[in-house]
């Protein structure tokens, strides 16, 4: 047998594959080159006529709808800036429903009729931009309504030119709606439910008196991107990553992360080279990256930028994965971001952090050192708590998708049961919260939130979990159940609604107890009494302990909390009557916006599943099978050659035999996985629980029968690369 196999042809490539070039000039200082591609603040400044600047500022600063008048001055300036820079198209960037982003270019330039061409840009083409974007998935809302949708700028995220083969396309961020104003994509309700959080924030610092000069409160996020880089030539010899982004084969190499000595080791020279040229391509993007480094797996890595307003960084989030994927290909390598692309190893989320920010750049999740910010920080902390208690359902529907199955409940991402992790100090502020400030002499300092004698909240409580699903970090909350493919804007939304509710409604209480002309002390007292009240209805969703063990399971039963196991489990909540009516109550979702989310997510599990077993399937029959017949001849050949010689060949019998074995258990689970997978009269959630319940388990088995056989067969005739390659050649 030669070794002619794709196998052996990726592997020769990928030992020889190197970094050929990088596009990035190198000459300028990093910080020099930050933001050269972004259409920011300062550009607008220099470039527009002051008043129409200062118009434009109160958009940007007031979150307030963008002025038409200006829009063609603004279009103007803003092609200019393009066209200078190479850029011959311009496109509304939008995030529909499949949780990527989608643009459609048009070029600036018109013939002129004479045989030249002008360029054009105007305000209304700047502002809105209407596309006939029926394929985009709308789970069902465009039925009803027309076929067409609309994009319109959204002044609050920087315009930026996206660097294409040889030149650039100059990216408006938009949101899509339908024609009667429906939301279509992730950012309409983003935006929404950050106006529905500023609004309720603003309540809760009237009321302590620390609103001065505040006009916003805005959610700040920052994500963790972890990903996996393997070799471009294994990727493309091996049909399941192409397709589905993961290995749907593929026998554990003998070496896996147990010496755990990939995590924060040095790292490999042409993976360097990739994120050096990432880094800066995200630097001219105006991405605030800030750290890069091995994760626990070979071949996985980590890269996380500063935190942003929840819309700046849902933008860019986008950028960054697209970026990954776009840089990698240069350097002959393939960035996955799917949540779990090597089973046995360690999976991939985005640990998506969130807080709280004035405008004047005051993180409200930060405990600071003043008596009274002390008690509202405890305010803003309980909001949190009381809302992921009464939505630890939805926070979980938010997450739920097929690639994030293989990881949740696994040893080592989150749990599926939403819980927060405190640490023990907040966990004791509470806890005698609790009990009642004025009985416990014992550590009195610390009770008497009013005294000045008060202790410090310690920015960071020391120790750190990582199996909670949601951890208070010091100064923000970390909810670490995002996979590592996923928009976070969905994730957001819905941590952004049910804490504007939670809010809302401890604003109601204050502002009742305190009564019409609250002082500081009526506040004072009606928020710690309100605090003792809502920490012991609420207390069941902390938890500080070990999230990975069987106790747990056990004590979450008993606490009542939900345990979702799958994204089949989870994603009906998204329509309890008390989601629909929270969504609807601030107004972020009507019932038709919210029914679609689902309906798109049971379609986008049903789909994605379905495309893994076909993939199974293919692979399967055409590769694994064929290989072990083969394996079978050689071997049932060397059985006969041996006899004919006159030589007794038992073992190679009995090798023989149990290879014929493997081969039938291979076709048995070809044949039960075809079965499951014909079930064609389902649809929607009745075809979910179907996959969920037959397919998901097949695919399983056929799994195991064709690792079986990979690690018995004959190495020339395998012809997938393996985990091993895949894992370890760079
Ligand atoms: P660690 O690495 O210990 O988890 P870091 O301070 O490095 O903590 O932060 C990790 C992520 O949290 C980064 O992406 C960072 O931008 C983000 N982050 C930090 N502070 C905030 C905040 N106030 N709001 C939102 N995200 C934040
Ligand atoms: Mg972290």
New binding site residues.
Partial sequence: MSHATPRFAALQAAAGARTTHTRIDRDKPAADVFGRLVFSERVMQQRLPKEVHNRLLQTLRRFEPLDAAIADTVAAAMKDWAIERGATHYTHWFQPLTGLTAEKHDSFIIPDGQGGAITEFSGEKLIRGESDASSFPSGGLRATFEARGYTAWDATSPPFLYPGATGYTLCIPTVFVSWSGEALDKKTPLLRSMQALSTQALRILQLFGTDAGVSRVMA?????QEYFLVDQNFFFARPDLLTCDRTLFGAAPPKGQQLEDHYFGSIPQRVLAFMEDVDRELYELGVPV??RHNEVSPGQFEI????ENANVSTDHQMLLMETLKRVAARHGLQAILHEKPFAGMNGSGKHT???L?TDTGV?LLDPQDETHTNLQFLVFCMAALRAIDLHGDLLRATVARAGNDHRLGGQEAPPAIISVFLGTMLTDIFEQIEQGTPTNTKRKDKLDLGARTLPRLPRDSGDRNRTSPIAF?G??F?FRSVGASSSIAWPITVLNTIVAESLDDIASSIEKAAGKRPTPARVESAAKALLRKLISQHKRIIFNGDGYSGEWLEEAQRRGLPNLRTAVDALPRILDRKSISLFKKYEILNKAETESRFNVYIENYNTTVLIEAATMLHVARTMVLPAALHHQTNLAETVVATQSAGFDCADSEVVLKEHIQRVADLCEAIENLDKAVQNGDLSGLKHARHIARHVIDRMGVLRRASDAIETHIADDLWPLPTYREMLFVR
Avoid: D, Q, R
């Fill in positions: 700040t996020v920052g994500a963790e800030a750290t996380a930028p500063l935190f952090n969130w807080s920010s993180n970090t100064n923000k970390e």
